[in-house]
């Protein structure tokens, strides 16, 4: 079947810790989106990659890291210089960048204290 | 810059109600696409429609329709004969022709009981 998988479900971290959050797609998507979520607000675009090896800031790229090394696979590294972490983290691919519908992996909840 | 409002926060039904959902969005350019997801409690944005800005014929998807008014910048979503399943939030966004992410509205949750 084809589709997004996000790992882990639930994410534990104590403060100052750095922490990566995987994003896999077998759609054959050249596209590849992180978003975060905040409860009770809508997605806001973390970062987003248009094609292997390049990858472009979205609204709010600060204290985080990625990187897009194989089409399939766009990580994402919440850093210690992220302020404030703990939210819902989805990720998304298309078939191409822009105007194409976007398909959501099931997300990550991370939880930092 | 582009922007979508979903006035509605919250809006609770009982099952077999119709349901409207309200989307206003603002944008400079002529061209430019408009989407509707759900997220079930499970937390995973289901994409349900894609309309183009120059394509304003009504849809309709099973128990599911969509009316786009470019005259009021609205693109609304109606659930008919509402279901317990129904239960969720309700995303619309924005992409323009020349940009390159999606704007998400703040989102509608839906409540059907039974």
């Known amino acids: 079947d084809g589709g997004i998988t996000q790992s882990p479900k639930y994410l534990f971290r104590k403060e100052g810790q750095n922490v990566t959050l995987s994003c896999e797609q077998n759609l054959n998507h050249d596209a590849m989106y992180w978003y975060r979520q905040d409860p009770g607000q809508g997605l806001r675009l973390i970062y987003y990659s248009q094609i292997v090896n390049d990858f472009q800031k979205g609204d709010i790229a600060e204290g985080y890291s990625v990187s897009r090394e194989k089409k399939e696979s766009f990580p994402l590294t919440v850093t210690s210089a992220q302020k404030n972490p703990t939210a819902f983290y989805l990720c998304?691919?298309?078939?191409?960048?822009?105007?194409?519908?976007?398909?959501f992996g099931p997300g990550t909840r991370l939880t930092v204290t | 810059a582009q922007k979508v409002t979903q006035a509605q926060t919250e809006i609770s039904v009982v099952e077999k109600e119709d349901v409207t959902l309200d989307c206003v969005y603002e944008?400079?350019?002529?061209?430019?696409?408009l989407f509707w997801y759900k997220q079930p409690p499970s937390g995973e944005l289901v994409f349900l429609i894609r309309?183009?800005?120059?394509?304003?014929q009504n849809e309709i998807s099973g128990r599911y329709s969509w009316n786009f008014q470019k005259s009021t910048s609205s693109f609304n979503f109606t659930i008919t004969a509402s279901q317990v399943v129904d239960s969720a939030v309700y995303f619309c966004?924005?992409?323009?022709?020349?940009?390159?992410?999606?704007?998400f509205g703040g989102g509608t949750r839906v409540l059907v009981k039974p």
């Open positions: 966004a924005l992409s323009e022709a020349a940009g390159n992410k999606l704007t």
């Open positions: 998304a691919s298309s078939i191409a960048q822009g105007t194409y519908e976007q398909y």
């Open positions: 944008t400079r350019d002529t061209t430019y696409y």
């Open positions: 309309r183009n800005s120059f394509d304003e």
